[in-house]
């Protein structure tokens, strides 16, 4: 069987666009994605096909390692997911053996530095005042932030002058700003080969961790923020997924932060919009043709840390219980447990239903709509009897029920690691 699929290399892997950049193809048929980085990270919980201990970049023999990993993993397009390592992509382009999903070297320079990207537009309304010495500055607040940098990382609000000659003491490259007091907001773009924007999808800005908004819904595409975005697009030379932030002064205007060549942090939101800009982006470096038909409907993100697990534990059969642990209540499904079940499934580990329910388990099986076929077996017992007595290890096992008592006799009698429900989100294998 011929492989069509065309197989994509996100470096680095382990940033929160990275990971969203993961789960917008890993389900996709076009596509087969593969993760790398210089240092070992989230990226190995996430990544089903993840190659670590790359050098860094700056390391003479980052170019000659990188072309190595890509030869072996039959690379066709690499998706950069840090400015400074897409910009180094972009200039060693003509060494790099796979195509770099990515805007031209100019536009990738300018984006880089606000020092570049201010002189781009400071003769446009929507560019902030800037203060090209510090002697310039008669009026505070104003803000400081570093020439390279990234998801607000450094910015600071300085009050006076005393306290501006300190902060760039101590880093003179630092960009001064007016202030800017007003609401923040992200736009989401997309521009083809052909120079058009094809994708605008302003959204907030309501909560901010680690420069990543973390909480966010979309906004009205004004006529504002439209005019602003065709003339960033018309300026610099994009191609695939870009974004710019914005926020505004003090009399309502929004003004320019910074743009950058890549996905941003939070760009799953425009993603679960049904415009899959990592896919798109493909798909335009192929040359291919495609539509873009987003939903029109109200959506909010809310982002938290989430728990992933490497557990040591090699295990091919699972026994688990059905009352209060399948079925709760007898009235919902336990779907997080359902979801490790089918993980069991595409495994080919078997798994076996030991319950003492007290009806027929198959007419109840049935009317949740649960498959009485993925069990291997079905054990039922009387209320008083025992699961351990109906269980062995002969092969790796683990049990899985609500009850300690019945988890503890399991464990003690026959070795078995248990689980309680409060402990599935260890057995989940997020790669992909």
Known sequence: MIDLKTRVLVFPCGSQPAIDINFALRHSL???????????????????????????????????????????????????THDTVSLYLIEHQHLVQAQVIASDLETAKICRSKKL???????????????????????????????????????????SFEELQN??????????????????????????????IRVLSPRTRDRVFGGIS???????????ISSIAHEINNRLNFRGYWYFQLKKDKSGMFKLLEISTRMAGTACLTTSNDINLPLLSILDFQGLDYEIIPNRMAMELDRSLVNRYKIDLQYERVYVDLDDTIIFNSNKINNFLMMFLYQCLNREVDIILITKHREDVKQTLDSF?????????????????????????????????NSFEERKQVKVKLNIPTFDLNMIDCLIDWRG
Not at 37 to 44: E, F, I, K, L, N
Not at 126 to 143: A, E, G, H, L
Not at 167 to 188: A, F, H, K, W
Not at 375 to 394: A, H, P, T, V
């Open 167 to 196: 902060c760039l003491g101590r880093n003179s490259s630092m960009v001064i700003s007016e202030y800017l007091p007003g609401e923040e907001l992200t736009v989401d773009c997309f521009t083809d080969r052909f120079g058009n």
């Open 30 to 80: 076009r596509v087969e994605i593969y993760g790398a980085s210089s240092v070992d990270d989230h990226g190995t919980f996430v990544y089903e096909r993840y190659i670590g201990g790359l050098p860094k970049i700056s390391e003479e023999k980052f170019i000659d390692e990188f072309n190595d990993v890509l030869r072996k993993n039959k690379i066709d397009f690499i998706i950069p």
């Open 214 to 224: 973390v909480k966010s819904k979309f906004m009205e595409t004004t006529g504002e």
């Open 117 to 159: 990207m201010y002189r781009k537009f400071e003769q446009h309304s929507f560019s902030p005042r800037i203060y090209w010495r510090m002697s310039d500055v008669t009026n505070f607040p104003v803000f400081i932030k570093p020439d390279q940098g990234q998801g607000g990382q450094g910015v600071k609000k300085v009050n």
């Open 369 to 401: 709509q649960i498959c009485p076929n993925m069990f291997s077996q079905i054990i039922q017992i009387g209320k008083d009897d025992f699961k351990y007595r109906y269980m062995n290890n002969d092969i790796p096992s683990i049990f899985i029920d």
